[in-house]
């Protein structure tokens, strides 16, 4: 596009402006809310013209850039109009005038539009229909219509006040998602990002099945940090799948694997991708309580991929890494890496805990990522080369922030636009309707609602989307919100790899050179606890804390036991190969240790004793020694 400067230069400086509006309204405080939300919306849309510029080989090139300059135009002129009139439209509330009218809608449809360019069509088709279906609902008949609203009044909601696309979901964007990325991308940049791999390497080398370990190790603390699969198996898998297939897997297990591994990143706390965010700030729980409350389910989860692995291991006799492939350990007990790693960690964590807000934990983690990075020069020269570090953060986080910016941006009009009319009412007695007022039922309708409109969408873009139009329904059922948002969010990470359109295996399958579709059996195979665990949050509310300390150690040690049987019916191997026989009781033993009575978890003992014993190599423990 015709500027004075570089792309690249101009994208930097533009994330500097960003960075220092939101460093300052972390130190000082912000300016009132939708002047602030407006103003990082200008400079996301200008940073999301030069790294997401309109690509289509029908319009020559000149038409292209004046339509991308014609996008940032139109941004900035809805942005400059809410600022400079931001007093009189909150003490003056009312139909907007035509400049208004007509400014909204270009904004609503520019958002939409780096919404499209960033994560596909998903969003710009949805909020198409439902501003269709509020705009015609008068005329549409029974129980799917509604009163009707008129154009103004819709613009006057999304672009005029707090509901819409200035709402919650932007502010949790300015106030904290920006901060994390900003962390994020400077762990890459730094280099502690490849420290945590090599972490995974050394401690998970060493055991049988190593480099599926290695793999489950590694994208658990990456895909923390990325809050997304796909991009955690391009990262991770890239040395981690042809390892696993070097030493003995094969190729469409290998890819299970890894994108099964990619898949629990956004359920690891402390940070979870952004979601962990999001739900505490949907939930008003503290951020604190609500790491503590997620570490248990990714704790069984892990439990159910470490157990999968490790069977699967023994049963195909993959062993450890080799040693001369594992990392020095002595490399770890240098400052200049497990300073960067742990450090900011700590401080996130230990400010979070004693009570300071988020944004400021954040802000502070990541000065003490930087000083720790910077601190571990050894010469001048090095001092330089770990300068370059800092800018580079700034521009990897560029793509990052645009995506989660307009994510945000449009999961904000769409959420206007379902709370305007009604639509997540509607839907609830939709469900309801069809699952007969019965729990499980409609648990399954709604898990399988939240798979389909997470297909192909961001995880994140996932969870705002369902939340808005299936917690109503939840409501309605007397589930508690925490277990309901729990609920959703563990199925909308379920979306990346769930067979028909499930992303993340399909860059696991390209990687491993196999069949997408046996990839993705496999993947669902060493993910069978992750699809339960929903049902659990429901059932057994003990998994998310709710209920005396007495009461969840049980909870936790009988579905840990349940996650390793089952995971061993699925891999087909528990102390020797298992036959279908053994395999159906080991699968019957775990449901009941599962289930949420106690009665019923004592007949367990009956088919895992029997599976256990029948399992067992008498010939071997009768053998002299």
Same mark, same amino acid.
């Given at each position: 596009?015709?500027?004075?400067?570089?792309?690249?230069?101009?994208?930097?400086?533009?994330?500097?402006?960003?960075?220092?509006?939101?460093?300052?309204?972390?130190?000082?405080?912000?300016?009132?809310?939708?002047?602030?939300?407006?103003?990082?919306?200008?400079?996301?849309?200008?940073?999301?013209?030069?790294?997401?510029?309109?690509?289509?080989?029908?319009?020559?090139?000149?038409?292209?850039?004046?339509?991308?300059?014609?996008?940032?135009?139109?941004?900035?002129?809805?942005?400059?109009?809410?600022?400079?009139?931001?007093?009189?439209?909150?003490?003056?509330?009312?139909?907007?005038?035509?400049?208004?009218?007509?400014?909204?809608?270009?904004?609503?449809?520019?958002?939409?539009?780096?919404?499209?360019?960033?994560?596909?069509?998903?969003?710009?088709?949805?909020?198409?229909?439902?501003?269709?279906?509020?705009?015609?609902?008068?005329?549409?008949?029974?129980?799917?219509?509604?009163?009707?609203?008129?154009?103004?009044?819709?613009?006057?909601?999304?672009?005029?006040?707090?509901?819409?696309?200035?709402?919650?979901?932007?502010?949790?964007?300015?106030?904290?998602?920006?901060?994390?990325?900003?962390?994020?991308?400077?762990?890459?940049?730094?280099?502690?990002?490849?420290?945590?791999?090599?972490?995974?390497?050394?401690?998970?080398?060493?055991?049988?099945?190593?480099?599926?370990?290695?793999?489950?190790?590694?994208?658990?603390?990456?895909?923390?940090?990325?809050?997304?699969?796909?991009?955690?198996?391009?990262?991770?898998?890239?040395?981690?799948?042809?390892?696993?297939?070097?030493?003995?897997?094969?190729?469409?297990?290998?890819?299970?694997?890894?994108?099964?591994?990619?898949?629990?990143?956004?359920?690891?706390?402390?940070?979870?991708?952004?979601?962990?965010?999001?739900?505490?700030?949907?939930?008003?729980?503290?951020?604190?309580?609500?790491?503590?409350?997620?570490?248990?389910?990714?704790?069984?989860?892990?439990?159910?991929?470490?157990?999968?692995?490790?069977?699967?291991?023994?049963?195909?006799?993959?062993?450890?890494?080799?040693?001369?492939?594992?990392?020095?350990?002595?490399?770890?007990?240098?400052?200049?890496?497990?300073?960067?790693? &742990? *450090? +900011?960690?700590?401080? $996130?964590? =230990?400010? !979070?805990?004693?009570?300071?807000?988020?944004?400021?934990?954040?802000? %502070? /983690?990541?000065?003490?990522?930087?000083?720790?990075?910077?601190?571990?020069?050894?010469?001048?020269?090095?001092?330089?080369?770990?300068?370059?570090?800092?800018?580079?953060?700034?521009?990897?986080?560029?793509?990052?922030?645009?995506?989660?910016?307009?994510?945000?941006?449009?999961?904000?009009?769409?959420?206007?636009?379902?709370?305007?009319?009604?639509?997540?009412?509607?839907?609830?007695?939709?469900?309801?309707?069809?699952?007969?007022?019965? &729990? *499980? +039922?409609?648990?399954? $309708?709604? =898990?399988? !609602?939240?798979?389909?409109?997470?297909?192909?969408?961001?995880?994140? %873009? /996932?969870?705002?989307?369902?939340?808005?139009?299936?917690?109503?329904?939840?409501?309605?059922?007397?589930?508690?919100?925490?277990?309901?948002?729990?609920?959703?969010?563990?199925?909308?990470?379920?979306?990346?790899?769930?067979?028909?359109?499930?992303?993340?295996?399909?860059?696991?399958?390209?990687?491993?050179?196999?069949?997408?579709?046996?990839?993705?059996?496999?993947?669902?195979?060493?993910?069978?606890?992750?699809?339960?665990?929903?049902? &659990?949050?429901?059932?057994?509310?003990?998994?998310?804390?709710?209920?005396?300390?007495?009461?969840?150690?049980?909870?936790?040690?009988?579905?840990?036991?349940?996650?390793?049987?089952?995971?061993?019916?699925?891999?087909?191997?528990?102390?020797?190969?298992?036959?279908?026989?053994?395999?159906?009781?080991?699968?019957?033993?775990?449901?009941?240790?599962?289930?949420?009575?106690?009665?019923?978890?004592?007949?367990?003992?009956?088919?895992?004793?029997?599976?256990?014993?029948?399992?067992?190599?008498?010939?071997?423990?009768?053998?002299?020694?």
């Amino acid at each position: 596009m015709p500027i004075l400067l570089p792309p690249l230069l101009l994208a930097r400086l533009l994330m500097i402006c960003l960075t220092g509006l939101v460093f300052y309204a972390v130190l000082f405080g912000q300016f009132p809310n939708i002047q602030q939300r407006a103003g990082v919306l200008a400079l996301v849309a200008a940073l999301g013209v030069i790294a997401f510029p309109l690509r289509t080989a029908h319009l020559p090139t000149a038409l292209r850039r004046a339509l991308d300059l014609g996008l940032l135009a139109a941004v900035l002129a809805a942005v400059a109009y809410v600022t400079w009139n931001y007093w009189d439209i909150m003490l003056n509330p009312g139909l907007p005038q035509t400049e208004a009218l007509f400014l909204g809608a270009a904004l609503v449809l520019c958002v939409l539009e780096l919404a499209r360019r960033t994560i596909g069509w998903t969003f710009a088709i949805l909020a198409a229909v439902f501003a269709v279906y509020a705009l015609s609902g008068h005329l549409l008949p029974g129980r799917i219509g509604h009163g009707g609203v008129s154009a103004s009044m819709m613009v006057d909601m999304l672009f005029l006040s707090t509901d819409g696309l200035w709402g919650q979901v932007m502010d949790i964007f300015v106030t904290l998602l920006i901060l994390f990325v900003l962390f994020s991308s400077l762990m890459m940049s730094t280099g502690a990002g490849q420290s945590m791999i090599d972490l995974a390497k050394l401690f998970g080398g060493r055991m049988r099945g190593g480099p599926a370990k290695i793999a489950v190790m590694s994208s658990a603390m990456v895909g923390s940090m990325t809050g997304s699969s796909v991009t955690n198996v391009a990262m991770t898998g890239n040395f981690t799948i042809p390892m696993m297939i070097r030493l003995g897997y094969r190729p469409a297990v290998a890819g299970g694997i890894e994108a099964t591994a990619s898949s629990g990143g956004q359920i690891t706390p402390p940070l979870m991708g952004a979601g962990l965010f999001l739900m505490a700030e949907f939930l008003g729980i503290d951020l604190g309580r609500m790491m503590l409350i997620a570490l248990v389910p990714a704790f069984l989860f892990y439990v159910g991929v470490l157990s999968s692995v490790h069977f699967e291991s023994l049963r195909v006799g993959v062993g450890r890494l080799p040693p001369e492939e594992l990392p020095e350990a002595a490399r770890f007990r240098r400052f200049e890496t497990w300073g960067p790693l &742990l *450090l +900011p960690f700590a401080v $996130l964590i =230990g400010m !979070v805990l004693h009570g300071f807000s988020v944004d400021l934990a954040i802000f %502070a /983690a990541i000065l003490t990522l930087a000083a720790a990075h910077l601190a571990a020069a050894r010469s001048l020269a090095d001092l330089k080369a770990r300068l370059r570090a800092l800018p580079q953060a700034l521009d990897d986080a560029v793509k990052p922030l645009v995506t989660l910016g307009a994510l945000c941006a449009a999961a904000g009009i769409l959420i206007g636009i379902i709370g305007f009319v009604g639509i997540g009412v509607k839907f609830a007695d939709g469900v309801l309707g069809l699952a007969g007022g019965h &729990l *499980l +039922p409609a648990l399954l $309708l709604a =898990g399988l !609602v939240v798979i389909v409109i997470g297909m192909g969408m961001p995880t994140t %873009a /996932a969870y705002i989307l369902a939340v808005s139009v299936i917690a109503t329904a939840f409501t309605q059922l007397g589930i508690p919100e925490l277990s309901s948002h729990m609920f959703i969010f563990y199925f909308a990470t379920l979306s990346a790899i769930t067979p028909p359109v499930c992303a993340a295996v399909f860059v696991a399958a390209g990687l491993a050179n196999a069949p997408w579709l046996a990839t993705a059996l496999h993947t669902v195979r060493f993910a069978a606890i992750k699809y339960l665990l929903p049902f &659990l949050f429901i059932f057994r509310p003990e998994l998310l804390l709710q209920a005396d300390w007495a009461s969840v150690t049980i909870a936790i040690a009988l579905c840990a036991l349940a996650t390793v049987l089952i995971s061993a019916a699925f891999a087909g191997y528990l102390l020797r190969p298992l036959g279908a026989l053994q395999r159906a009781l080991l699968l019957a033993g775990g449901a009941l240790l599962l289930w949420p009575e106690p009665q019923v978890n004592l007949l367990a003992a009956l088919p895992l004793g029997v599976a256990l014993v029948s399992n067992a190599d008498w010939r071997a423990l009768r053998r002299p020694t």
